[in-house]
């Protein structure tokens, strides 16, 4: 469709964002997250602290959690800045954070002999299922929840190994079994907001095509596929608005087919109509990205040129005008043609958009009155005051 390529050309139709820019945005939210996930650390790390003060564990047990604390985070965080984290399936490695964040926790209940205090720190270790919660799939979730489960395990297994004194059995296995369970009801409600998520995803990705469907019968003409007159005149605005910040130039062409009621009256509107379409679609064919095109009105049509004084618009136009005649309708007649007449003007800044079209339009009526089938150049028409 003619309208499509043009609605995605153009600095006045909205370009598309940058990758890299988008790709910058994405690692610094990955920066902040990790950020977020180093504080969660420290606050565990005052609870160490706290241990150490109570005499619950040895002063080295304090700095190899920081040591750790700082190594995982380190890591993650030289990972996102290097950007070696995009060469992963998931960039955002929250799996692996989560995973390897049980670690140090782990490791301090290594140490305690209370079962009590080692059911604060499986508490702590919890939380980091909660950052997944919006992040990860059901799949991903049931994966990190085994994780959990298997570390703790092998700490249990570690201590009915080598420090079986500290281990109260009805209390081990209540812990064990509440742990599971919580285990297995943040990965059932992690999983079911897995699906809402997937779900809210399509609906905005449904409204957004319905959004682009809606901005294209808002701008586009729907018999031709070209850009409507309210589409062509914000272009222009747009255009002037440029003119008056930055220099440059641009130019209008507008163009219209020669003899059409007679082809309307003499071979009937639909043979009307598939010459509209053809002519539209030659036109958009062979337009730069930055120019823009579209039904004026009625068998009238209009090329805004940006960056692109009067001359250049006229080789533009006539190279149009060539490229409209050459068109064939074996529909119609072998022998039947089209052509156009083409009125250029270039948008000056002592003037509105107004008036430069309708120094077009007048061009454009010094062409039919030529003959038709050519090309004419409005005339800089001086204000009355300096005729005084």
């Given at each position: 469709?003619?309208?499509?390529?043009?609605?995605?050309?153009?600095?006045?139709?909205?370009?598309?964002?940058?990758?890299?820019?988008?790709?910058?945005?994405?690692?610094?939210?990955?920066?902040?997250?990790?950020?977020?996930?180093?504080?969660?650390?420290?606050?565990?790390?005052?609870?160490?602290?706290?241990?150490?003060?109570?005499?619950?564990?040895?002063?080295?047990v304090v700095t190899e959690f920081l040591a750790a604390s700082l190594l995982i985070n380190g890591t993650f965080w030289y990972l996102i800045h290097t950007g070696r984290n995009l060469r992963f399936r998931d960039p955002s490695m929250t799996s692996a954070q989560m995973i390897v964040s049980l670690i140090p926790a782990l490791w301090v209940m290594a140490f305690l002999e209370a079962g009590q205090a080692r059911a604060i720190f499986l508490l702590i270790a919890i939380v980091p299922m909660l950052f997944g919660i919006l992040a990860l799939s059901k799949r991903q979730f049931l994966f990190v929840g085994l994780w959990f489960c298997g570390l703790y395990a092998l700490l249990i297994l570690g201590l009915w190994a080598y420090r079986p004194t500290v281990l109260d059995g009805e209390l081990e296995i209540l812990q064990a079994v509440a742990f599971l369970l919580v285990m297995a009801e943040i990965t059932f409600i992690g999983g079911f907001i897995s699906g809402l998520r997937g779900k809210l995803r399509q609906r905005n990705r449904e409204l957004g095509e319905a959004m682009e469907q809606i901005r294209e019968l808002v701008n586009?003409?729907?018999?031709?596929?070209?850009?409507?007159?309210?589409?062509?005149?914000?272009?222009?605005?747009?255009?002037?608005?440029?003119?008056?910040?930055?220099?440059?130039?641009?130019?209008?062409?507008?163009?219209?087919?020669?003899?059409?009621?007679?082809?309307n009256d003499t071979h009937g509107h639909q043979a009307g109509d598939a010459i509209l379409k053809a002519v539209a679609s030659c036109v958009a064919g062979d337009l730069r990205t930055i120019d823009c095109f579209g039904r004026y009105g009625g068998e009238e049509f209009l090329m805004v040129l940006p960056q692109t004084p009067l001359e250049g618009a006229k080789i533009k136009a006539e190279r149009v005008r060539e490229k409209v005649a050459s068109l064939k309708f074996p529909d119609i007649g072998d022998n039947f043609r089209v052509t156009v007449s083409i009125g250029v003007a270039e948008y000056h800044n002592d003037e509105s958009t107004d008036d430069t079209l309708q120094r077009a339009d007048k061009a454009l009526y010094r062409a039919k009155d030529a003959g038709r089938d050519r090309v004419e150049l409005a005339q800089q028409e001086v204000p009355a005051e300096q005729l005084q």
């Open positions: 469709m003619t309208a499509l390529k043009i609605e995605k050309t153009g600095e006045q139709a909205g370009k598309p964002e940058n990758p890299e820019h988008e790709s910058l945005r994405d690692q610094g939210l990955r920066k902040r997250r990790l950020a977020m996930s180093f504080a969660s650390y420290m606050v565990t790390f005052s609870i160490v602290i706290y241990c150490w003060l109570q005499n619950m564990i040895p002063f080295r586009v003409d729907s018999l031709t596929g070209v850009y409507n007159r309210r589409r062509l005149f914000e272009v222009i605005r747009e255009e002037s608005s440029r003119y008056s910040r930055s220099p440059g130039s641009f130019s209008i062409c507008l163009m219209d087919i020669d003899h059409f009621k007679l082809v």
